[in-house]
């Protein structure tokens, strides 16, 4: 590994500034453990983003998952619909309560649930396929970094079966799909502020709903689940999952600067798109790319916004098609990056993929399992100055063997 040049990390925190008053004012009033003010300034500031009535924060995405899950009625046995192409935390929490996940594949368009898989993994489970004909408990979908799903399309698939719905925007904080932002569609929907996400709290999350009563539940759950009496009592299983002052004061300071992170984002996207010379994927899996851009592609694709479509692109997410690179593919590009201190990674691998989650029901069409073989996440930190794009960007043309006239590097 190259180490004379200073390392250039995927999703990297990037604090404003403003975060320190608000932890300097928990301090100043010795308010340390969790709920404070800074707690319940945050849960304002994301009602008032997202256009949601009720916001509960707590320590992390995950704990968020696990608690909609059981505002659900999920418990051991019960069938619950999941997205396969997704981070872990999405389908963990099913297990936590002993429940039975069942896995979709992803459409092409954007890499998020299939609707129409999602319509048959139901029907079938109905008619008695795997749990005697009992319908699945909730459908969890994901809008994978930072792409919407077909929201429209699963929600109505939700409601026509009367399943409810739990939207996983861990990654889509400021995106949104005909200006109705992410983190708005599902019954209850979820926000991660781990230290990568478009904005952090160094580790926390959020449950979002316009059901005054289940964030009410959840904010009951998530404090231990302590009964209302002058001594500790508890009639119900709780979690220690409150977020807390301080963390909350961070998350504050980061709101601030949400939409300048996002943009910086987005402009990490287009710049990688126009300097590696990038193709719309028209197809998945990505063997049915066209092939009229041969002479004038290298053979790296990114994902287009669907018309309505508005993505805070999270992570600049492409797909190297080896037929198109003279047999190069997405690992030799990250040990290339790897080996100049650059941090990329492969896309997640999906759940039904992953050896803890095999013998589990999945429903696919191979779109996932290509998404994971041929896709690669470059740098994408709201932090990122241009001459470590640069740097990005001309180690990816030298393993490609990329002439500078061809493509050439411009300093904008």
Known sequence: MDQNEPRIYLSPPHMSGHEIKYINE???????????????????????????????VVTSGTAAIHLALILCGVGPGDEVICQSLTFAATANPIKYLGAIPIFIDSESETWNMDPELLEKAIVERMEGVGNNGEKPKAIIFVDLYGMPAKVEQILKIGSKYNIPV???????????????????????????????????????????????????????????ARDNAPHYQHS????NYRMSNIVAGIGRGQMKVLDEHVSARRANYDFYFKHLNGRWLEDTPIQNARRKTHNSSNGIYFLKEPDGYFSNRWL???????????????????????????????FWKPMHLQPLYRKYPYYGRDVSDQLFKYGLCLPSGSNLSNKERLRVVSVIKKVLNIKEDKFPVVQD
């Open 166 to 224: 739990i939207e996983d925007s861990a990654e889509a904080l400021g995106s949104s799909v005909n200006g109705r932002n992410c983190g708005t569609f599902g019954v209850l929907s979820v926000y991660s502020f781990n230290g990568n996400k478009i904005i952090t709290t160094s580790g926390g999350g959020a449950l979002l709903s316009n059901k005054k009563d289940f964030i009410k539940k959840a904010r009951f759950l998530a404090t231990q």
């Open 316 to 346: 600049t997410t492409v797909l190297v098609n080896p037929e198109e690179t003279g047999g190069i593919t997405r690992e030799d590009i990250r040990l290339a990056l790897e080996e100049k201190n650059i941090e990329s990674r492969p």
């Open 26 to 56: 928990a301090f100043a009033k010795n308010w340390i453990a969790p709920l404070g003010n800074n707690v319940d300034r945050l849960e304002e500031d994301l009602q008032n983003y997202a256009k949601r009535q009720h916001v509960a």
């Open 236 to 239: 119900k299983l709780g979690y």
